[in-house]
């Protein structure tokens, strides 16, 4: 049974910080393509960061210089460091795999200005 299950989303203040974790379980995670999606009320769903099987990144301009993809293999989990948190990025943050794709059920982020 395939499963992705984000965690970390929480309530900070502009200018903080959060670290996503998105743990894989029933795919064969080392060799899928990793992104993270974020949703806000009344928006589409954006494309935040990817992240490869050979680890190559790549980021919304929105968020680049803030936010940092990684992945550790031996632990099946991806993680998003969010840094100097902006209003601008409270969402519901969800995690995909590639090609599989397979969503997590979202972590909310909400930042106070």
């Known amino acids: 049974q395939v499963a992705l299950v984000e965690s970390g989303g929480g309530l900070v203040q502009a200018g903080g910080s959060l670290r996503l974790s998105c743990r894989a379980s029933?795919?064969?995670?080392?060799?899928?393509?990793m992104r993270w999606y974020r949703q806000a009320p009344g928006k589409q769903r954006e494309l935040v960061a990817i992240?490869?099987?050979?680890?190559?990144?790549n980021y919304a301009d929105s968020v680049k210089g803030r936010f940092t993809i990684s992945r550790d293999n031996a632990k099946n989990t991806v993680y998003l460091q969010m840094n100097s948190l902006k209003p601008e990025d409270t969402a519901v943050y969800y995690c995909?795999?590639?090609?599989?794709?397979?969503w997590g059920q979202g972590t909310q982020v909400t930042v106070s200005s």
């Open positions: 995909n795999s590639v090609p599989t794709n397979y």
């Open positions: 029933g795919i064969i995670f080392s060799i899928n393509s």
């Open positions: 992240i490869t099987s050979g680890g190559t990144t």
